[in-house]
Nanobody, 124 residues
Framework: QVQLVESGGGLVQAGDSLRLSCATS????????MGWFRQAPGKEREFVAA????????SYADSVKGRFTISRSIAENTMYLQMNNLKPEDTAVYYC?????????????????WGQGTQVTVSS
């Protein structure tokens, strides 16, 4: 059973920063590809960022490159998304996802495990 619990969302102003956390088990954070997705009102869920099991390989959506950083801490059993220079268009529910996959093709694949989501709202 893979459990993913997001936290860290909130209401911020444009230009501010937030760090999202996804708490899980040691087994998951060590052996699963993990990623962040988001869904804005009236829009489909979209890929944000992901991190591979080995080597710290990461992948980002073009819209967040240079502003967001994904990382994982095996010691803390947690994946993070550091979000800097937030924009109103980043407003969405952010979801943590995981998949038992050891490769580097992270962006277009199906993730089988999902958290409940955390709301991020960026005001202009």
């Amino acid at each position: 059973q893979v459990q993913l619990v997001e936290s860290g969302g909130g209401l911020v102003q444009a230009g501010d920063s937030l760090r999202l956390s996804c708490a899980t088990s040691r087994r998951t954070v060590s052996n699963y590809a993990m990623g962040w997705f988001r869904q804005a009102p009236g829009k489909e869920r979209e890929f944000v960022a992901a991190i591979a099991v080995s080597g710290g390989f990461t992948s980002y959506a073009d819209s967040v490159k240079g502003r967001f950083t994904i990382s994982r801490s095996i010691a803390e059993n947690t994946m993070y998304l550091q979000m800097n220079n937030l924009k109103p268009e980043d407003t969405a529910v952010y979801y943590c996802a995981a998949d038992y996959y050891s490769g580097i093709y992270l962006q277009g694949r199906t993730y089988n495990y999902w958290g409940q989501g955390t709301q991020v709202t960026v005001s202009s």
